[in-house]
């Protein structure tokens, strides 16, 4: 049990009651007045029953790979099942096992999201138990300067996502990451070449790219089925070398270079999923031959009223052979 660094003061339950807590409890425990341990009227059993926590501080390693560590503010989501002839969770032990569960340093959201699974089972009726983390890692990139003394730092973030799911005698995880992009579309830049007539061109037509609106992006990628630390590093290296993400602190030669190099390469929103699947087969199917991935992205339009989206799910194994 950790200190605790706060204590709330107020009457002591012998004060209210003129009786102990162990007093009434265990006048209760004899009685079988434990509420949540009682039958319900319909003997039903539950799938699920839970919480939503919000703004968990979740310490883990840092996923670079510097040797620090790092917090994760999270939104937890628990439940577990409800057998028939049980009335309900017991919501106090439940979040005991979540505040416990930020002591301790794991090695990623992964290995939490596991332990606090496998805790809430021992807490309540031995499971199946679902536990879902959404947070956010905050980190910082170095921004080249154009001279010496330009050189700047960008606050950035990575949204990073688990799901444990542990039943009697079977597990399922999923690890999933966010991340904001760019794109051009492509059907202005070739209108635009046809609409040029003869004479219009000028010497730098060829060296830049045609004009096109753009807008940002956001695409989420999950794996399952997999074994080991999700390699969020080396995903987002991949990565890097299909899409264009944002980037908070932008000079203007950076800023220049970014839009270049989006124009320079038009995407579809279709076309980022397919190059953000291909790239996930690229790491992962070494070491991970078995894992499943599912890639979802979403378009916030420059020029419309509407976003658009797109989505693929399909196995590792299934890309064997596909050509980038």
Known sequence: MPQPIYNRSGPRFEDLFQASPDEVVGSMDRAGDDVPEKKPHWPLRLNAAGLVRERIPVRVEDPFHSGATTVVNCRLSV???????????????????IAESVIRTCRDLDEYTRLLAEAVNHCQYDGPSEVRVDGWLSYWESVAGRHAGKEK?????????????????????????SFDHLT??????????????????????????????????RSYVSVSNYAGTFPL??????????????????PREHELKLVYLAHEQPQFIEDVVRELVLACHRVLRAEHPDCRVEVSSSSMESIHSFDIH???????????????
């Open 310 to 324: 797109a989505s693929a799910a399909v196995a590792i194994r299934e890309l064997d052979g596909v050509q980038g």
């Open 79 to 97: 439940s577990t099942h409800v057998p028939h002839d049980k009335r309900g969770i017991h919501m106090s032990r439940l979040n005991h096992v």
């Open 233 to 250: 590093a080396r995903l987002l290296k991949e990565f890097d070398k299909v899409v264009f993400r944002t980037q908070n602190t932008l």
């Open 153 to 177: 730092l960008s606050l950035e973030e990575i949204g990073l996502s688990a799901t444990a799911r542990l039943g009697r005698g079977s597990s399922q995880l999923t690890s999933g990451l």
């Open 184 to 217: 051009a579309c492509p059907c202005v830049q070739k209108m635009l070449q046809h609409a040029r007539r003869p004479g219009d061109a000028t010497a730098d037509a060829d060296r830049y790219p045609p004009v096109t609106h753009s807008q940002r992006c």
